[in-house]
C-alpha cells in the first residue's frame, strides 16, 4: 500500500499485500470471537469450524449473541441472512469482473469480503479480480488462526471488549471509506447512506439497515455527464 | 451444542449463497451504464452504514459511548495521514483507554 491507502499494483501478489493490514485486524477479531463462543460453551471445535464455513464477522457475532441470549436456530440464521444481505449486491457489482462461466464465477464470489471488495474497487463499477482474491487470502487465514487461539485460550486472555477490539471493524471500514470520499457525489451518496442506516435502526432487525442505505447508490444514476 | 452446530451449517449455506447468486445470475454479461453508475456509488454507501452502524448502535439502540471516541481518534489519524495499522491501535487504544477510566 501507499501512503494513500490504495494498492500498489493488481496482482494477486499486490492483493496479499493489500490485505495484511486488514488480516491483523481480522485476527484480533477471530480471537474475540474464539473467546466469546468459548465463553458461550460453543467447546474449541465448533467455533473454529464457524470461521472456516461461515467467514463473515459481522454474522457470526450476531449468531453467537442471538444464540448466547437463549434465540433460537431459526433467530440466529434469520439474523446472520439478514447481516449478511450486503453480499447480494456486492456480488451483483463484481460479477463481471470474475472470470469463468457462471459456477466460476460464484465460487471466486465466494472470497468475497467487505475489505477485500473494497480495495479491488476501482471506483468506475469495475473491480480488480486478482487483487480481490489475493486480498482475501491472508484475511482467511488470520480469521482462523484468531479464532483457534482465542477458542483455546478462552478465558485467560480477559474481556476482549475491556481491551477495545471491538472498535477493529468500524475503524477499519473508516480506512476504506476515507478511499471512496472522492468528489460530491460520493459525498452526497454517504450522507444519505448515513441517515437511511440511522433512521431504520430502532424499528428494522440487525442487518436490514445497512441493506436499505445501499439504496443511497441511487444517487450515482444523478447528474452523471 | 447440536443448536450450535445446525445453525453453523445453516448460516454457512445461507452466506454462500448470498455470495453466488450475483455471479449465477449475471454470468459474463457486461452491466449496462445505468447499473455500473450505481455499483460505483455502492461502496461510499455501503461503508458509511457499516462505520455508523458499529460505532453508535447497540442492537436497535443509537448509543454513545466509548466506541465513538475510539472511531473519532482514528478519523484524527487518518486526517494525519497514518498508516492503517496506526490507525486501528490508536482507535482500540482510545476505546480502552476510556473503558478503563470508566471503570
Known amino acids: 500500500m501507499d501512503t494513500e491507502g490504495r494498492p500498489a499494483g493488481r496482482g494477486y501478489a499486490a492483493g496479499a499485500r493489500a490485505g495484511l493490514p486488514f488480516a491483523v485486524a481480522t485476527a484480533v477479531l477471530g480471537v474475540s470471537f474464539g473467546v466469546l463462543a468459548r465463553q458461550l460453551g460453543w467447546g474449541v471445535v465448533a467455533p473454529i469450524v464457524c470461521s472456516a464455513v461461515v467467514l463473515s464477522g459481522s454474522a457470526q457475532f450476531a449468531v453467537a449473541s442471538i444464540l448466547g441470549a437463549g434465540g433460537g436456530v431459526g433467530a440466529a440464521t434469520l439474523a446472520a441472512v439478514f447481516v449478511n444481505a450486503r453480499f447480494l449486491p456486492m456480488g451483483l457489482a463484481v460479477a463481471p469482473s470474475l472470470a469463468g462461466g457462471r459456477l466460476r464465477r460464484a465460487a471466486e464470489g465466494q472470497l468475497v469480503v467487505d475489505a477485500s471488495w473494497a480495495l479491488a474497487n476501482r471506483g468506475d463499477g469495475g473491480f480488480e479480480r486478482a487483487l480481490l482474491l489475493g486480498a482475501t487470502v491472508p484475511q482467511f487465514g488470520a480469521w482462523i488462526a484468531g479464532t483457534a487461539v482465542g477458542a483455546v485460550a478462552g478465558g485467560f486472555l480477559g474481556d476482549p471488549e475491556a481491551l477495545g477490539l471491538d472498535v477493529v471493524f468500524p475503524a477499519f471500514f473508516l480506512v476504506l471509506l476515507a478511499e471512496e470520499l472522492k468528489d460530491r457525489r460520493s459525498l452526497a451518496v454517504a450522507v444519505l447512506a448515513g441517515l437511511v442506516a440511522l433512521g431504520l435502526v430502532p424499528f428494522a432487525p440487525p442487518g436490514v439497515p445497512v441493506v436499505a442505505a445501499c439504496g443511497a447508490a441511487l444517487l450515482g444514476l444523478w447528474n452523471r455527464s | ?103
Open chain 2, 1 to 103: 451444542m447440536t443448536a450450535v452446530w445446525l445453525t453453523i451449517a445453516l448460516v454457512a449455506a445461507a452466506s454462500a449463497t448470498l455470495k453466488a447468486a450475483g455471479p449465477l445470475l449475471l454470468g459474463d454479461r457486461e452491466l449496462g451504464p445505468r447499473a455500473t453508475a450505481v455499483i460505483a456509488s455502492l461502496a461510499p454507501a455501503l461503508l458509511t452504514a457499516l462505520v455508523l452502524v458499529d460505532t453508535i448502535t447497540a442492537g436497535r439502540r443509537l448509543v454513545v459511548d466509548a466506541r465513538l471516541a475510539g472511531v473519532a481518534a482514528a478519523g484524527v489519524a487518518l486526517l494525519l495521514r497514518a498508516p492503517v495499522l496506526v490507525v486501528l491501535a490508536v482507535a482500540v487504544a482510545t476505546t480502552a483507554l476510556l473503558r478503563l477510566l470508566a471503570g
